[in-house]
């Protein structure tokens, strides 16, 4: 099984700073098959990133993600309020799909 | 736009059976483009894939649980459903469906239901 490990657990920054999520794998995985995914308090985790580094669809271009395997990168330029949730990535290489433990954007 | 509802008991006993249903608008469940699946989040917690069906029935579950699932699909109904026997606490999560991508680079989670919370308890 392929753990991913999300770093910093949590990441405190004021609006309009830039953030950097990092997600690492315990093994390499391609970055064709690496997800982000972004989750506010009581509500299901919404896809923002696929394929490392593509965005989905009505995701702003202010979120980005690069990197390949094992170390990926989820960015925020000028952190909008509405952005603080926990993020949480995820590998679709192998089965068991698995997720990191999440990283929690907090407000400064 | 697909949406996807999950529904079932809010609470199961220890050593019994949780049984879901997610029901699809929206689109077909018969798209032969896309897996259906269950995920879950122990209070919390982080998430955890727990299986995926075709809509032909072919299922993937995760190992670590694979003992004690069972996955059904109903294309009359646009439904796909979840057992997991033999619950503990250790069970107790909100449990989310979704779709993902039957292609390999396209089998991330996307929509997924609001989910819902089932404890485990007596």
């Known amino acids: 099984e392929i753990v991913l490990t999300q770093s910093p657990g949590t990441l405190s920054l004021s609006p309009g700073e830039r953030a950097t999520l990092s997600c690492r794998a315990s093994q390499s995985v391609s970055s064709t098959y690496l997800a982000w995914y972004q989750q506010k308090p009581g509500q299901a985790p919404r896809l923002l990133i696929y394929g490392a580094s593509t965005r989905a669809t009505g995701i702003p271009d202010r979120f980005s993600g690069s990197g390949s395997g094992p170390d990926f990168t989820l960015t925020i330029n000028r952190v909008d309020p509405e952005d603080f949730a926990v993020y949480h990535c995820q590998q679709y290489a192998t089965s068991p799909y698995t997720f990191g433990q999440g990283t929690k954007l907090e407000i400064k | 736009q697909l949406q996807l509802q999950e529904s079932g008991p809010g609470l199961v006993k220890p050593s019994e059976t949780l049984s879901l249903t997610c029901t699809v608008s929206g689109g077909s469940i018969s798209s032969g483009r896309y897996y259906w699946g269950w995920i879950r989040q122990p209070p919390g917690k982080g998430l955890e894939w727990i299986a995926n069906?075709?809509?032909?029935?072919?299922?993937y579950y995760n190992p670590s649980l694979n003992s004690r699932l069972t996955m059904s699909v109903d294309t009359s109904k646009n439904q796909f459903s979840l057992k997991l026997s033999s619950v503990t606490a250790a069970d107790t999560a909100v449990y989310y469906c979704a779709r993902c991508g039957r292609m390999g680079t396209e089998r991330y989670s996307d929509p997924w239901g609001q989910g819902t919370l089932v404890t485990v308890s007596s």
């Open positions: 069906i075709y809509y032909s029935g072919s299922t």
